[in-house]
């Protein structure tokens, strides 16, 4: 019997949940009266969450009220929540379906924070994780895809995921339970309603394991998953480089020892949101500043790496100014810092020492741009600051970054990796002032 069953899985898998705080979210259909009789049958701590979602007029407004008969019957707290589905949806330009999922989760989480409950319980069970890896299928997908609907999902929790419909209804009947019937799903319009009532019945009429054999099948899948993590997780050490600046840099040439590019790519760059798969391929072999945006971030070619960075709104091409008393500035970078000192330390990347003497004020810092030079400090002669950058390796991205602290049209330093010869302290150096960038 599923009572026995349900009780042995608890037990063996989610015996966490007989020490926690619950939240039922509960429809009124079969499937989540179920899991309310199983969980008081389980003396679980637990309380109702109920979604009207104003679809279906005076139908939704029944269900609200047996739901809260419900509650009441099983001595649970009963919390509920109407939504303007319809609205909500027009105004995202979202489908009906994951406009009721995005109101009833974040409802969820809601409830959850507000009243301490520490885990929210759905009622999916193994059919609707049949039509939820059909519907994948059936859209095209990777093997992620393909994995169902998880049991454990950070704090939602799904008990019911072994058992079928069919196990479902049948205990509901034996124990003289009373649900909902959403007329709703017995529509064929929608494309799991099609699945569930005419191709999943003539699937399991041609194979009467069908169901058995799928989750079988998931079980492999999912073995095979975590071998492909295992394998995605050695590649990610020896190809990526997490850059202090925020940037991920993917070696090429170490990438392509492994073979299956796009596949690996794909793996690499899916949680970044890339989609365009052959012109990722392709960027292996194009030339340097190739560029591919996702919603939230960009790919880019540069030598022999790829280099993923979040889209930033671009700053303005703005131009700070420093008065002579000014003693810090606060800009896009971080801050410069500005003081008089009377010997000179020893620099580095993020301090420079200068004659005072030779500065023309207002100071500004700005970005750069193309035909830019500066007088390299140790060095004779001037230096393009593009040949510079391609001399020091830097990236597309690194020297997009990049800004110059200037007197009038005189580069004073290229912030953050070289100064200017012709502001060094020399002998004769009468006021010295030190410039830090933190």
């Not at 007088?375 to 393009?384: A, I, W």
């Amino acid at each position: 019997m599923l009572s026995k069953e349900f009780k042995a899985h608890i037990s063996n898998h989610l015996s966490f949940l007989s020490r926690s705080r619950l939240l039922i979210a509960c429809s009124g259909g079969l499937d989540s009266v179920v899991l309310a009789r199983l969980c008081e049958m389980q003396s679980f701590e637990f309380g109702i969450a109920h979604c009207n979602f104003k679809l279906r007029e005076k139908e939704s407004d029944e269900d609200e009220v047996f739901v809260k008969d419900l509650a009441a019957r099983l001595k649970a707290p009963f919390f509920c929540t109407q939504f303007e589905t319809e609205q909500y949806a027009t105004e995202n330009k979202l489908s009906i379906q994951m406009a009721a999922r995005e109101l009833r989760y974040s409802w969820f989480e809601k409830i959850a924070n507000e009243y301490q409950y520490e885990y929210v319980l759905t009622a999916h069970h193994a059919d609707d994780n049949l039509e939820t890896f059909l519907i994948n299928l059936s859209r095209g997908t990777g093997i992620e895809g393909l994995l169902g609907i998880p049991e454990i999902n950070n704090t939602y929790i799904r008990p019911l995921l072994p058992y079928s419909r069919e196990q479902i209804l049948e205990f509901a009947q034996q124990d003289e339970l009373h649900w909902r019937e959403d007329s709703s799903n017995s529509s064929t319009k929608y494309l799991r309603n099609k699945l569930r009532h005419d191709i999943i019945p003539e699937l399991k009429s041609i194979n009467t394991t069908f169901l058995s054999n799928f989750k079988n099948t998931l079980t492999h899948l999912k073995a095979s998953n975590e071998f492909i993590k295992g394998q995605l997780f050695k590649i990610e050490k020896d190809v990526l480089l997490f850059c202090e600046d925020g940037t991920i840099s993917i070696s090429i040439d170490r990438l392509q020892e492994y073979g299956n590019l796009k596949t690996c790519l794909y793996f690499l760059l899916k949680d970044y949101g890339f989609r365009a798969w052959n012109d990722i391929e392709q960027m292996i072999t194009a030339q340097s500043g190739k560029q591919i945006f996702s919603e939230k971030y960009r790919l880019v070619k540069d030598r022999e790496r790829l280099l993923i960075s979040p889209i930033i709104t671009s700053v303005p091409n703005h131009q700070y100014k420093i008065p002579k008393e000014e003693t810090m500035l606060m800009f896009p970078s971080g801050a410069l810092k500005f003081k008089d000192v009377s010997t000179m330390e020893s620099a580095d990347l993020k301090t420079i020492f200068v004659d005072k003497e030779k500065l023309k004020y207002p100071l500004v810092v700005r970005k750069w741009k193309e035909g830019d030079y500066f007088y390299p400090l140790g060095m004779q002669g001037k230096k393009k600051l593009s040949k510079y950058f391609k001399d020091e390796k830097l990236s597309l991205l690194a020297k997009e970054r990049v800004w110059l602290l200037c007197s009038g049209e005189e580069i004073i330093w290229i912030i953050n990796y070289r100064a200017d010869d012709r502001f060094k302290i020399k002998p004769q150096t009468k006021q010295i002032l030190k410039i830090t960038i933190t």
